[in-house]
């Protein structure tokens, strides 16, 4: 009988955790990984097992150094330090996701991207990384130890993100085009105002907006 998502969820910390993987004994290679796959249908259930093993891992395994890399904010970083969103939002408009995707190999070749991830995130000086998105068309995730390849890194992209979670995660309930684009339109918004983001401390950038003006106002009244 195979087993639950959250029965294989509740195997990662002993898997990660032991002295073999820490160590990257008996791995058969000089880079200690472990790819941890699931169905798009588990994907919020993985995220939030992901946010309590942080919390774990913080507060029982100080002492390890531990970063959390979700590939897709990596990826917007990364073109956004190099002002090339507002440049392919308009090539996408113009000429269409072909032209786009062509485009973007270059600034994401991974002779470029790796570096800006080791140099981002000290990967280089973390005992543990749990690194999401690895895959597009199935979003999923997986862990590493230093000196970690980020070969697969590129294969993370918005369009991958989106498919996962609106078009195989919804589809069932659809009667038409006006039902994807009202979908569409929902998760658009939602991933701008709502989505927790481990970089805002696991609060929304909505949230976070207010609590930074709310600092703000109570800074005021105290001066």
């Given at each position: 009988?195979?087993?639950?998502?959250h029965?294989?969820?509740?195997?990662?910390p002993?898997?990660?955790?032991?002295?073999?993987?820490?160590?990257?004994?008996?791995?058969?290679?000089?880079?200690?990984?472990?790819?941890?796959d699931?169905?798009?249908?588990?994907?919020?259930?993985?995220?939030?097992?992901?946010?309590?093993?942080?919390?774990m891992?913080e507060?029982?395994?100080?002492?390890?150094?531990?970063v959390?890399?979700?590939?897709?904010?990596?990826?917007?970083?990364?073109?956004?330090?190099?002002?090339?969103?507002?440049?392919?939002?308009?090539?996408?408009?113009?000429?269409?996701?072909e032209?786009?995707?062509?485009?973007?190999?270059?600034?994401?070749?991974?002779?470029?991207f790796?570096?800006?991830?080791?140099s981002?995130?000290a990967?280089?000086?973390?005992d543990?990384?749990?690194?999401?998105?690895?895959?597009a068309?199935?979003?999923?995730?997986?862990?590493?130890?230093t000196?970690?390849?980020?070969?697969?890194a590129l294969?993370?992209?918005?369009?991958?993100?989106?498919k996962?979670?609106?078009?195989?995660?919804?589809?069932?309930?659809?009667?038409?085009?006006?039902?994807?684009?009202?979908?569409?339109?929902n998760?658009?918004?939602?991933?701008?105002?709502?989505?927790?983001?481990?970089?805002?401390?696991?609060?929304?950038?909505?949230?976070?907006?207010?609590?930074?003006?709310d600092?703000?106002?109570?800074?005021?009244?105290v001066?």
């Amino acid at each position: 009988m195979s087993q639950t998502i959250h029965e294989r969820l509740n195997q990662i910390p002993e898997r990660i955790l032991s002295t073999e993987f820490l160590t990257g004994q008996g791995l058969g290679n000089e880079i200690g990984f472990w790819i941890f796959d699931y169905a798009p249908e588990d994907e919020l259930k993985v995220r939030e097992y992901l946010h309590f093993l942080d919390g774990m891992l913080e507060k029982k395994h100080s002492q390890l150094k531990v970063v959390n890399i979700n590939l897709l904010q990596a990826v917007v970083d990364y073109l956004d330090e190099r002002n090339f969103i507002d440049k392919a939002i308009q090539m996408q408009k113009a000429k269409g996701d072909e032209a786009l995707l062509k485009a973007l190999k270059g600034p994401l070749h991974m002779d470029k991207f790796a570096p800006y991830l080791v140099s981002k995130y000290a990967t280089n000086a973390q005992d543990i990384v749990l690194m999401t998105g690895v895959e597009a068309a199935n979003l999923r995730a997986s862990v590493g130890t230093t000196g970690d390849s980020y070969d697969n890194a590129l294969a993370e992209t918005v369009n991958g993100l989106y498919k996962t979670e609106v078009i195989e995660y919804l589809k069932a309930d659809w009667q038409g085009l006006a039902d994807v684009q009202l979908a569409t339109l929902n998760w658009v918004d939602w991933f701008n105002k709502k989505r927790v983001h481990s970089s805002l401390g696991y609060v929304s950038p909505f949230d976070f907006e207010a609590m930074y003006y709310d600092k703000i106002n109570l800074l005021g009244q105290v001066a």
